[in-house]
């Protein structure tokens, strides 16, 4: 089984040029099926992406990938079907139903079923799909989706403002008939992120003030080029391995704009950041102060993935630490792995306590999550003594080259074999 050993105990300074958002190129990649030939540049290289150019190659679009840029030809499409296997590759796979039905007419796909964050229901997904035209029978594992009529414009109010419910709704109503409207909208700039790229291939597309989208149907979308958004979990994640072992980090091709809930956050740690163009500074005391209280929200509120990188911070923090957890059910996986390096962390539902703790010691480990796995990367960076991180398919899931970048920045760890 692939891990990390890390050995702990380095203040970590540097650079590192953020890569592309997973979470917006997933949907965009998903878009492509709208349009006969689009090319995205600034794709990470990750397994989710390559997950998503399955599906795509699956469905009979021909996909070229050189470096970081992904061409996606859409022209003819040989099937409608996403069996389970590819499905299973990926959770967000979800998020191709909307692009098919638009396409196909209708699509059969293998349910997601539930995943490391908890059962995560796709009936918001479904409820405004039927609102628009789709008939949904399930069926043996699988969502067979017809449109009987014509995929039309509906009005829609989420009842919580679902990422992938939004996204979903987005690329069905693109090219349906008539208006759609979705009241409630997710609002996080990956969402903005695949609505520039529609509206670029030709959807007519209006976001106002309050966040409502309005989406007139147009005949059919043109291939185009678009440059992802930085990855702002990401950025998130350096800068907080940079508090977490009292160092320095230059950030450089990030939006410092969408990373405005948790500058404060870091802020409140004692942290130092300024942030000019596309490049964010920290310095980091010490020793971090600790946070008074983090509630996950919906953008533009502190984002559920960052909740475990901070938490790795606020382990080793001068004091008592609140977490609530506000958005998955089950979000807290990596406090028993933390607590194996010495952290001291209650779980109650939704809360955690993290009472801070002087030293952290190096123990093994294994990720439970992509953004739990991260940090118990970042909490062995801080440690004292060996760690060995294992199950690390789930953080090259989400971060390219995460051990490369933390080596560029003085981490001593490597990437190795270990016996099962
Ligand atoms: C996306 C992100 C994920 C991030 C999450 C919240 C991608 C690929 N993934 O996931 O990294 O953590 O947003 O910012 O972009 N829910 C329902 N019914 C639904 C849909 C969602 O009950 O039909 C619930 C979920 O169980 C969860 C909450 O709503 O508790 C948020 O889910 P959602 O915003 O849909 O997250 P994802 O799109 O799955």
């Known amino acids: 089984m692939t891990g990390y050993t890390v050995e702990g105990g380095r203040k970590l300074s540097g650079d590192v040029t953020v890569h592309g958002a997973k979470n917006a190129v997933l949907p965009i990649l998903a878009a492509t099926l709208l349009a006969d030939h689009s090319t995205l540049l600034n794709c990470p290289s990750l397994t989710d992406v390559n997950a998503a150019c399955n599906i795509l190659e699956h469905l009979g679009c021909s996909v070229v990938r050189e470096d970081n840029s992904i061409t996606v030809s859409a022209e003819s499409l040989a099937d409608c079907i996403v069996p389970e296997h590819l499905m299973r590759e990926m959770r967000s796979s979800v998020v191709f139903l909307g692009a098919i039905i638009a396409r196909c007419g209708k699509a059969r796909v293998s349910m997601p ?137 230059l950030l450089r091709e990030v939006v410092p704009a969408h990373l405005f809930s948790i500058f404060p956050v870091l802020e409140e740690a004692g942290c130092s950041i300024s942030h000019v163009g596309g490049a964010v500074r920290l310095f980091a005391p010490k020793r971090p102060a600790p946070f008074r209280c983090i509630r996950t929200m919906p953008y533009p509120g502190f984002p559920t993935d960052a909740q475990s990188p901070v938490m790795a911070v606020s382990c080793l923090a001068k004091g008592t630490s609140l977490f609530v957890e506000n958005i998955f059910e089950n979000r807290y996986k990596q406090a028993g792995e933390l607590m194996r390096m010495g952290a001291r962390i209650k779980v109650e539902g939704k809360v955690a306590v993290v009472e801070g703790v002087a030293k952290l010691h190096g123990a093994s480990v294994v990720c439970t999550d992509l953004r739990g796995g991260a940090s118990l990367c970042l909490a062995a960076l801080a440690a004292e003594g060996k760690s060995e991180i294992t199950d690390i398919r789930h953080i090259e899931r989400g971060y390219q080259d995460f051990d490369k970048n933390l080596i560029s920045l003085g981490a001593i760890m490597e990437k190795t074999e270990f016996p099962l």
């Open 113 to 249: 079923g539930g995943c490391e964050l908890g059962p995560r229901p796709i009936d918001l997904h479904l409820s405004a799909l039927e609102k628009m035209g789709v008939v949904v029978e399930e069926e043996h594992g699988y969502l067979n989706c017809t449109v009987p009529d014509r995929l039309r414009g509906a009005t829609i109010s989420l009842t919580f403002p679902s990422v992938g419910a939004t996204e979903n709704i987005m690329l069905a109503a693109c090219t349906a008939e008539g208006e759609t409207v979705i009241h409630n909208p997710a609002r996080e700039p990956e969402i903005i992120d695949l609505a520039n790229f529609l509206q670029k291939a030709g959807a007519n597309i209006r976001i106002v003030e309050n966040g409502t989208i309005y989406i007139r149907g147009v005949k059919a979308l043109r291939g185009v080029e678009h440059r992802v958004i930085p990855d702002r979990i990401a950025a998130a994640t350096y800068l907080c391995a940079a508090a977490v072992t009292g160092g320095d980090v």
